[in-house]
């Protein structure tokens, strides 16, 4: 099977503009298929505080009302989309952006939950396999701004890493297919304060006592559910690293591998 | 040959969210092959002024800084293209929202003028026949927002009633196109103060005369000079009139018919 390789990048890169340009340089080197998911970043919080749009939080978790999804669809699928998309296609890269509503490519409906309301937040039901391939069969490589509908006129706010494990789990059957998430750090650590402490290979055991050990805590747990959700779905090989560093998380250099066994 | 229609339609039903919601059940109902491009409304100014984007102005033209860039690719290629896109789904239409940079689907470049600096507007070099071809044999359609790229890097902002005209111009050997131009009144006016005065059939001939009585005046010059642009490339029928018409424009019982002989 040909390979494919879905990286996610962060508010850490975006938000820097000599990084992003740097990396999606990288990104545009890469030979393979190639697919990638971007979140938001600190413009869309500068817009709601410019626009004095208060942002809602409930139980430490902001809540997309209205106001806030339409500033997240501006700012998302509008500025930070398109502006990746006509940089990749200056280092030669056919890029084209989506969200889910375009094509029908990710379709989900309304997060419900028994005592909070998340507002305009996506659970992912359905990926367009058929269509993604198309792109990709072309050589074009998708950038998918972090939005989904509902198939019924809703545009939706969904987690980055969420699509990237969706997407890869959807297009697993028909490429070896790779998610690399990138993040602030080199890698999961041995040690939060210790950058060189990188832990190069996670397997499930070793995932189970990290954890019961707390040397895997908070932010770092969803993360990896994540990558062993997406192992189980069928994806070959997930890693985790600092976005500086994609050719060399690519080829097992750096960062932190999770795999299934 | 097959049909296409490339439709534009403008702020006037961008900004009433009730007459969008018709005019996009309207397009969805289309059998043929179909493009939407949609130009502006009132969003892009209401948003900067609310973030104190003071508007430049040179000789009565908008002056694209790069301040208003941002704000248009936010509003134009984010808000208003996902929220169509969404809507057309919904009614079943498998819309794909692009802007010039996606796909490489509309290439130009940076206006040059002797003596005004217009900002970053772009002029048409390009359309990737290829890529839209695709698409439309997939049936899918296009959702276009008036932006494009100048493949270096640069998003640049471009009249919406241009890039149907190019693109029809584009796709004029491959398809019977037919470009409908939508705007606020029911077609070219006799007289511009009685709105059931409308011209059914306008040719060349006839618009020099009319050009030449002041008939056809200020706005709709440039209008119908485009419509004839377009038809000298190939383009098989220009028709012009309300969104609120679609299917009446389309079988040519109501708006203004353009063409060449």
Known sequence: MEKLYIIKIGGNIIDDEEKLSFFLQDFAKLKE???LVHGGGKLATQMADKMNIPQQMIQGRRITDSETLRIVTMVYAGYINKNI???????????????????NAIQGHKRT???IDYGFVGDIEFVNIDLLQQFLMQNISIVFAPII???????????????????GKALSNSFETSIIYTFEKKGVLMDANNEDSVIEIIDINTYNILKEKEVIFEGMIPKLENAFTALTGGVKKVIIGKAEKLSELISGTAGTQIIND
Do not use: P, W, Y
């Open 33 to 35: 298929k190639k697919i």
């Open 85 to 103: 998309v006509a940089q990749l296609q200056s280092f030669n890269c056919n890029a084209l952006g989506l969200t889910g509503a375009d094509g």
């Open 113 to 115: 939950h028994s005592t």
């Open 149 to 167: 509908h509902d198939k019924a006129g809703l545009l939706l706010n969904t987690n980055a890493d969420t699509i990237a494990q969706e997407i």
